[in-house]
Structures are given as structure tokens and as C-alpha cells.
């Protein structure tokens, strides 16, 4: 029915309280402010995700301080034989690395915290690979970089140097290849 | 701009936020932080854009009405 034909208090926008209770049924204003709502949703939504990276930005600037290409000690090489690995932490105390000893005699070290879950990444002998068991990644022990399950991103690469009769770690790539 | 240009410019916005997150965490956690602060300044651009769009978009909206 024209809203002019009804009765006073069933006009639209009237001021009669049993007409106020069916307001929100009038359904061009519920498509138009549903519209604005949901316009309003997106922009809060875009404000949110696009502020979420202030906080990486900000411990990006924290954490400059020059902290790789320390050089350590990390073994022998009498200590460490073709199949083996040994565990360190380079290039600071809270950093686990893992040192293999390759099948074909090559030394490779990578950080060994899962670039998935954060997971320690053990070296499978038998496979010769680098596996985390946590959800089953495995990673190629030439490279670092991911085979397998879930992980995305390479094991960080920790550059050797073997002098005399030790083996060093010079410095660090976190991404590479 | 016209209504339906602040809505392409929001939902453009929100896009690439998304976009931009996911790449300055990847970023920060492969220790790049030259393009984590290059993916925070894009994600705050866009941030002002979406807002320009959404006030210009109130603007034109809520004048109608009157």
C-alpha cells in the first residue's frame, strides 16, 4: 500500500510505538544499511590488516644491530664422520644449528628450527634428508630448502670454513637460492 | 570520486592489505627487513587511501538522505 493511503500512525517514520517495532522490516532501508554496514566492515577490515604490519616494521628497526659473520669454532673434523651431525647454536646462544657431515663428504649446517612450527629439524641418515617430525618436512640437506609437508621457506644456510683441522662458522644466509 | 569508485578503491585497498601482510611476515621472518619496512609503507598508503575513499563515500552517502 502508498504509504500516503495508510492511516496516520501507519505511516512510515511515524512516531506510534507498534509501528516503530516493525521498522527494521522495511526492506529498502535494510538492504541500504546493511550496504553501509558492510562497507564499513570492509574499511575496518583494511585499516586492521594494513596496521598489522606497523608491529614487524618496528621490530625490523629493533633488531638491525649487526648480529651475523661472527666466526666460531663449531668442531673437529676427526669428531664429526660421513652420516653424522652435530648440533651448535650460531650466530647467537638462542639460534640451533645442526653441522652435517654429508654421504658424499661435504659439511653443511643450516639453523635448525623448522621454518614451519619452529620445530628442531634432525638429520635421517638412511634418506638423506632433513626431517622435522613435529608434522613431517623434510628438507633437502644440499640446500636447505623445503621437500616436503608443510614448510614454505629454506632452512637458513650458515657458511662454513674449515681451517686446519676445525670447521667454522663465517656468517649466515636466511634466504638463499 | 563517485560512490562507486570509493567501493573499488575500499575493496582494492583491502586486497592489497591482505596481500601485504602475508609478504611482511615472510619478509620478517626471512630476516629482510628492507621489505618489511617497503610492504608497511605500501600497507599504510593503502590504509589512507581506504580511509579517503570511506569519508569521501560518507560524504556523498549521507547527503543524499538530507
Known amino acids: 500500500m502508498d504509504n500516503k493511503k495508510k492511516l496516520a500512525r501507519n505511516k512510515y517514520e511515524t512516531n506510534d510505538d507498534m509501528i516503530n517495532l516493525i ?9 541500504k544499511y546493511n550496504r553501509r ?25 629493533m633488531n638491525t644491530a649487526g648480529e651475523d659473520d661472527k666466526r666460531i669454532a663449531i668442531a673437529k673434523l676427526s669428531e664429526i664422520s660421513k652420516g653424522q651431525s652435530l648440533n651448535f647454536n650460531y650466530p647467537t646462544d638462542e639460534d640451533p644449528a645442526i653441522l652435517v657431515h654429508t654421504k658424499d663428504g661435504k659439511f653443511v649446517a643450516y639453523n635448525n628450527k623448522c621454518t614451519h612450527l619452529q620445530c628442531p629439524v634432525f638429520y635421517e641418515k638412511e634418506q638423506d634428508v632433513l626431517l622435522c617430525p613435529c608434522h613431517k618436512g623434510y628438507f633437502d640437506v644440499k640446500s636447505g630448502h623445503p621437500l616436503a609437508g608443510p614448510p614454505q621457506r629454506e632452512l637458513p644456510r650458515i657458511e662454513l670454513e674449515i681451517v686446519d683441522d676445525t670447521i667454522y662458522a663465517v656468517g649466515r644466509k636466511v634466504r638463499h637460492g | 570520486m563517485d560512490k562507486k569508485t570509493c567501493w573499488i578503491v575500499i575493496f582494492l585497498s583491502l586486497a592489497v592489505n591482505v596481500v601485504m601482510l602475508q609478504w611482511t611476515v615472510e619478509a620478517y621472518f626471512g630476516l629482510e627487513y628492507e621489505r618489511v619496512y617497503l610492504f608497511t609503507s605500501i600497507a599504510c598508503l593503502s590504509v589512507l587511501a581506504a580511509l579517503a575513499a570511506f569519508f569521501r563515500w560518507r560524504n556523498l552517502e549521507y547527503k543524499e538522505k538530507k
Do not use: E, Q
Open chain 1, 37 to 61: 554496514a558492510f562497507l564499513k566492515t570492509a574499511v575496518g577490515a583494511s585499516v586492521t590488516l594494513g596496521l598489522a604490519t606497523l608491529p614487524f616494521s618496528i621490530k625490523a628497526m
Open chain 1, 23 to 31: 521498522d527494521n522490516l522495511n526492506r529498502d532501508d535494510d538492504v
